[in-house]
């Protein structure tokens, strides 16, 4: 509809955590359905499609 956009984008997380030297890598890609509000734009959806299906990673505590 008319001041809705529909918008994909592409998302790579690199986490790493202190003076390890292992790091996770996290590619997805969100889809996010936005339109127009009186303050800007207002997110009224969001899918993430991981590029993975098993994710390696312990305790994810961030907002793809």
Do not use: C, M
Request: neutral net charge.
């Amino acid at each position: 509809g008319e001041g809705r956009y529909a918008v994909r984008s592409k998302l790579t997380v690199y986490r790493s955590q202190w003076d390890t030297t292992g790091y996770d890598l996290i590619v997805a890609e969100r889809q996010d359905l936005l339109s127009e509000g009186p303050g800007g734009l207002l997110l009224h959806r969001r899918s993430v499609l991981l590029a993975h299906t098993i994710l390696d990673t312990p305790n994810l505590g961030i907002f793809l």
